[in-house]
């Protein structure tokens, strides 16, 4: 694999001239100069100042200005920028996190500071979390929505570059502090956060010194309710023996599970940046730039899982096809008290500068690196079961609820004589009736996760332009190239184990002893806040001590970390990347000119993987022994390369119009999840009985000694008297993806119609080839799976040749998408102080994922119909008032399989159990509303006050359903509440 090694050469360039400082109007730069911080007064001027600096750029962007005291209207880069046209927004536990640009996910955004990529060690896609970069540290945020050649093409929906502060873009010396405080409804604490950032210019203005400090600390508490995030909803009939007379009515379509979830995070976010900039002569400019980042997340969650996917064939009791009611035995009430602790850093540093040489050439150049790191090295959870319970459940358009119930109930509802599977019910060891306080709840598994991930990114960046001042056509060229290294590793180890099944690991100590059997009732309980959580929980002190105590038997089970938990997540790859590019700029008249070029771009990509099957069942008690499978799979690697072409037009023909048009291509390359290779069977894996003249003989089950084996030397390959279910859930990576690579064609025109009246107008189309989607409840074999599964290694199970199976979810490349839409843009100033601010996108867009996963075109997956942001406001001289509105219609995150196989499969009984467009998951509509005022006090003094979700937003998540779910089903709800923060912006200097 070559290594891209320019940083020598680029030293070389550094030390042959001096650099060149003019400022001049921008010509496409990744690093463009009309960013600079304007100091500005008020909103009206902001947007003016914005407005302007979009103006003058040569590719269509949006940018986000700073009001007068060096602010900006939201307190992370994520909810700054949803306020942007054709910008969307996805928000975790309350708070912005990552941003779609036209429709598109974060996976198609790339995410630059002051010009060069950004690693980031979370999730294990490319998304780059903003929530962690505070505003305070940054001089000035922009979208760019058409790409030049100069810039970095992997984005088709756009890049958001964030540039640190510097002292030669404010021009000025400076000190500004913030002091501010934050309130959530739900927690009711008052959380501090303070920032201090300033400039400073010496040696007549040839030194400039820009930095920031930041801390915050936020505590929230975030209700949500969730199905299983994998497991599908299943179809269900009664079938328990002792029903007065056999089923005939329609199946209902019911949740794999309920969860009731209350998460109190304790975010604190620690940032700094620092900026050196040296310009000894006119034509000189020397910087270094560093950033750091640190965010740590004390999360403590409460989670109340009612699982009615232990009710399993002959455990189904009664349904009601009319209202969604189901009932259920051998079913579980589980309570789960999570606590982890994370800390993300990210840190980012470039050396560079630019030399001029004589009139014409003009060489850039800069060394960038980036690292991210994650950390949770001791995640931890007790869970307290009861099993064996009898449960009634309701789901329908858009809810689910469960209750653990009396079995007598169900009896009476379904005409049973008697109920099996539901002795966990009552008498002095069982559920107690109305009790919040489950004191026979059983303390029956500890959970250890120690999870780290590591992102390492070098760039390098060399630019030559040779300007042409005396041509009339040509003004100048521009070629250069880029050069990338990365490298991600992912370890995470986990140990999850009965306590009472492996005493041994408390060598003796008697306390341990005692606690590995423990019942809830043992410890101090609390109630939590959550409305849909039924039954009080273990405090955070006694589950700190339970785990303190019982820890080792967690880590005496795998002391080696081989077990399936351990190995099924990690991964190490690497991905190299070089481009070149070629373009210039054509002076086609007094009032138009085009940019025209091509860039070069090469990916090689190699990973590492498992294939990991979990295999306790036959486990003995008390000894370290593991019996998980996990196999290396075949290091995967791919490579590709291809050009990109572009065409960029601007024409103003009168002072207060602009048109441009574009014509560009762009790629994006796989998540790092998505291309990885791995393969694991989720949760316990099922076998099923093949012994013709057994009692069990065509029973399935992931408890083989339910369906007559007695060892595991039963399941073997050898034996062939049991084989792997088909109806494992299999999870796949794919690393046979390839790029996505889109045609894009914008156009736009705006009227500046004066300072008090702005109006735009963009149209958009993009042709994407080969576009990636998640998909869920692909039936394949083996023989047709994209990553070849290394079952041949594996003795202790028979996996029948060509068996297809059910339920296998990966991504995979779709053949076309399409995406078009419009950007209108509106704002007005009165002379009565009240002003308007408004943008909205309207998209639509088709896709064809290939009539292997579905028969008919979707919707593509992140896309958002409509996004309107709406500021209602009023201001003068000393006070600012605004009522911000922001919606996004319905998005869809995931599909489900519906081949026309599966449609035939399905055609005889008419219920479509194959085909399965009903597991759809939408993320549905949005409408936040905030508030924001501020007085100013004096010429350094700003006070300011925010309130945020005044709408008491939700966010909303179904599977779509069908008839036999009576509408949607849900799939995950968050209720993050209401916040204001107050504060005052002190400007010393």
Do not use: C
């Given at each position: 694999?070559?290594?891209?090694?320019?940083?020598?050469?680029?030293?070389?360039?550094?030390?042959?001239?001096?650099?060149?400082?003019?400022?001049?109007?921008?010509?496409?730069?990744?690093?463009?100069?009309?960013?600079?911080?304007?100091?500005?007064?008020?909103?009206?001027?902001?947007?003016?100042?914005?407005?302007?600096?979009?103006?003058?750029?040569?590719?269509?962007?949006?940018?986000?200005?700073?009001?007068?005291?060096?602010?900006?209207?939201?307190?992370?880069?994520?909810?700054?920028?949803?306020?942007?046209?054709?910008?969307?927004?996805?928000?975790?536990?309350?708070?912005?996190?990552?941003?779609?640009?036209?429709?598109?996910?974060?996976?198609?955004?790339?995410?630059?500071?002051?010009?060069?990529?950004?690693?980031?060690?979370?999730?294990?896609?490319?998304?780059?979390?903003?929530?962690?970069?505070?505003?305070?540290?940054?001089?000035?945020?922009?979208?760019?929505?058409?790409?030049?050649?100069?810039?970095?093409?992997?984005?088709?929906?756009?890049?958001?570059?964030?540039?640190?502060?510097?002292?030669?873009?404010?021009?000025?010396?400076?000190?500004?502090?913030?002091?501010?405080?934050?309130?959530?409804?739900?927690?009711?604490?008052?959380?501090?956060?303070?920032?201090?950032?300033?400039?400073?210019?010496?040696?007549?203005?040839?030194?400039?010194?820009?930095?920031?400090?930041?801390?915050?600390?936020?505590?929230?508490?975030?209700?949500?309710?969730?199905?299983?995030?994998?497991?599908?909803?299943?179809?269900?009939?009664?079938?328990?023996?002792?029903?007065?007379?056999?089923?005939?009515?329609?199946?209902?379509?019911?949740?794999?599970?309920?969860?009731?979830?209350?998460?109190?995070?304790?975010?604190?976010?620690?940032?700094?940046?620092?900026?050196?900039?040296?310009?000894?002569?006119?034509?000189?400019?020397?910087?270094?730039?560093?950033?750091?980042?640190?965010?740590?997340?004390?999360?403590?969650?409460?989670?109340?899982?009612?699982?009615?996917?232990?009710?399993?064939?002959?455990?189904?009791?009664?349904?009601?096809?009319?209202?969604?009611?189901?009932?259920?035995?051998?079913?579980?009430?589980?309570?789960?008290?999570?606590?982890?602790?994370?800390?993300?850093?990210?840190?980012?540093?470039?050396?560079?500068?630019?030399?001029?040489?004589?009139?014409?050439?003009?060489?850039?150049?800069?060394?960038?690196?980036?690292?991210?790191?994650?950390?949770?090295?001791?995640?931890?959870?007790?869970?307290?079961?009861?099993?064996?319970?009898?449960?009634?459940?309701?789901?329908?358009?858009?809810?689910?609820?469960?209750?653990?119930?009396?079995?007598?109930?169900?009896?009476?509802?379904?005409?049973?004589?008697?109920?099996?599977?539901?002795?966990?019910?009552?008498?002095?060891?069982?559920?107690?009736?109305?009790?919040?306080?489950?004191?026979?709840?059983?303390?029956?598994?500890?959970?250890i996760e120690d999870s780290f991930r590591n992102d390492t990114l070098d760039q390098v960046n060399i630019d030559f332009t040779r300007e042409f001042a005396d041509s009339d056509f040509l003004n100048y060229i521009k070629f250069g190239a880029t050069a990338k290294e990365r490298q991600r590793d992912r370890n995470k180890d986990r140990w999850s184990v009965v306590p009472g099944d492996y005493t041994n690991g408390c060598e003796g100590d008697e306390e341990c002893l005692q606690l590995a059997g423990a019942r809830l009732g043992d410890f101090a309980t609390f109630t939590p806040d959550h409305p849909d959580i039924q039954h009080d929980f273990i405090t955070y002190d006694e589950a700190e001590r339970l785990l303190d105590i019982t820890t080792p038997i967690a880590k005496y089970t795998d002391p080696l970390r081989t077990g399936q938990d351990s190995v099924k997540d990690d991964y190490t790859l690497t991905e190299d990347t070089a481009a070149a590019y070629l373009m210039a700029e054509f002076q086609l008249s007094e009032k138009s000119s085009l940019i025209a070029g091509v860039r070069w771009a090469e990916t090689e990509f190699a990973s590492t993987g498992n294939l990991s099957i979990r295999n306790d069942r036959f486990e003995v008690a008390n000894e370290a022994a593991v019996l998980d499978i996990a196999v290396p799979m075949e290091g995967a690697s791919s490579s590709y390369d291809d050009f990109f072409p572009s065409l960029h037009y601007r024409y103003e023909p009168r002072e207060d119009i602009l048109v441009r048009a574009a014509l560009w291509t762009s790629f994006t390359r796989p998540s790092f999840s998505e291309a990885r290779a791995y393969a694991d069977f989720s949760g316990r894996i099922e076998v099923c009985n093949d012994i013709p003249d057994s009692a069990n003989y065509g029973e399935c089950s992931d408890r083989p000694t339910d369906i007559g084996a007695q060892s595991l030397d039963d399941l073997s390959a050898d034996t062939q008297n049991f084989y792997v279910s088909p109806d494992n859930v299999i999870n796949l990576g794919n690393p046979t993806l390839t790029a996505m690579t889109s045609v894009n064609f914008d156009t736009s025109i705006s009227w500046y119609a004066s300072e008090d009246l702005y109006l735009q107008a963009a149209a958009f189309y993009k042709d994407i080839s080969d576009f990636i989607v998640d998909v869920s409840g692909v039936s394949l074999s083996f023989e047709d799976m994209p990553v070849t599964i290394p079952v041949n290694q594996i003795s202790e199970f028979y996996f029948p040749p060509n068996q297809v199976y059910n339920d296998v979810n990966l991504t995979t490349n779709g053949e076309q998408a399409k995406v078009y839409g419009i950007e209108l843009s509106y704002s007005q100033y009165f002379d009565t102080g009240l002003f308007v601010q408004s943008n909205m996108t309207l998209i639509d867009s088709t896709a064809d994922v290939g009539e292997t996963i579905r028969v008919e075109e979707i919707q593509l997956p992140n896309q958002a119909d409509t996004t309107v942001n709406l500021t209602l406001g009023w201001e003068n001289d000393d006070i600012s008032l605004r009522l911000i509105g922001n919606y996004r219609s319905k998005v869809l995150e995931r599909i489900g399989s519906c081949s026309q196989a599966d449609i035939d499969a399905d055609a005889a009984s008419g219920i479509p159990e194959n085909c399965a467009d009903w597991s759809d998951v939408y993320d549905d509509d949005t409408l936040g509303i905030d508030f924001k005022a501020t007085y100013q006090f004096n010429d350094d003094i700003q006070f300011y006050f925010d309130a945020i979700n005044l709408s008491e937003d939700k966010s909303f998540k179904y599977f779509t359903g069908n008839e036999y779910s009576r509408g949607n089903v849900l799939f995950e709800s968050e209720d993050f509440g209401t916040s204001y923060q107050v504060g005052v912006n002190v400007q010393f200097m």
């Open positions: 694999m070559p290594k891209y090694r320019l940083l020598p050469f680029v030293i070389a360039m550094a030390s042959a001239g001096q650099l060149h400082a003019q400022q001049d109007a921008e010509t496409g730069d990744q690093a463009p100069e009309a960013l600079e911080e304007i100091v500005v007064q008020g909103v009206r001027q902001a947007e003016l100042n914005a407005l302007e600096r979009e103006r003058n750029k040569d590719t269509f962007s949006s940018i986000i200005a700073t009001d007068d005291m060096g602010n900006f209207a939201d307190q992370n880069v994520a909810e700054s920028l949803q306020r942007l046209p054709g910008v969307t927004l996805q928000k975790s536990e309350g708070e912005g996190k990552y941003v779609n640009v036209r429709g598109l996910g974060p996976g198609f955004v790339s995410v630059s500071m002051n010009g060069n990529e950004l690693a980031s060690a979370g999730a294990d896609d490319r998304s780059v979390a903003l929530d962690a970069l505070p505003a305070d540290m940054l001089s000035s945020i922009e979208v760019i929505k058409s790409l030049t050649p100069d810039m970095d093409l992997n984005s088709i929906g756009g890049t958001v570059n964030v540039n640190t502060i510097s002292a030669f873009d404010r021009k000025a010396d400076s000190v500004k502090m913030k002091v501010q405080s934050n309130y959530q409804s739900y927690k009711g604490e008052f959380n501090p956060k303070i920032s201090l950032n300033g400039t400073h210019l010496f040696a007549d203005d040839t030194i400039g010194v820009g930095y920031s400090l930041s801390y915050e600390d936020r505590s929230s508490v975030v209700y949500q309710v969730q199905h299983h995030s994998d497991s599908l909803p299943r179809y269900i009939t009664p079938d328990v023996d002792t029903l007065a007379e056999p089923y005939e009515g329609e199946p209902n379509l019911i949740p794999f599970r309920y969860e009731a979830r209350q998460e109190d995070a304790e975010r604190t976010r620690t940032s700094g940046s620092l900026d050196l900039g040296w310009r000894p002569t006119e034509n000189s400019e020397y910087f270094a730039k560093f950033s750091y980042t640190e965010y740590q997340d004390l999360d403590v969650a409460m989670r109340e899982y009612y699982r009615f996917g232990q009710a399993g064939s002959g455990d189904i009791v009664y349904t009601d096809n009319q209202s969604g009611l189901f009932g259920l035995v051998d079913t579980d009430l589980q309570q789960q008290f999570f606590i982890q602790d994370g800390t993300s850093e990210t840190t980012a540093f470039s050396l560079g500068g630019k030399n001029h040489f004589g009139e014409e050439w003009t060489v850039e150049y800069d060394y960038a690196h980036s690292e991210g790191d994650w950390t949770k090295p001791d995640g931890r959870r007790v869970q307290f079961r009861a099993r064996d319970l009898a449960m009634l459940g309701v789901a329908g358009p858009g809810y689910i609820k469960g209750q653990v119930v009396d079995p007598d109930v169900l009896e009476a509802m379904s005409g049973s004589s008697t109920l099996p599977q539901s002795g966990g019910y009552g008498g002095l060891n069982g559920y107690q009736e109305g009790e919040r306080r489950q004191n026979n709840l059983l303390y029956d598994n500890i959970f």
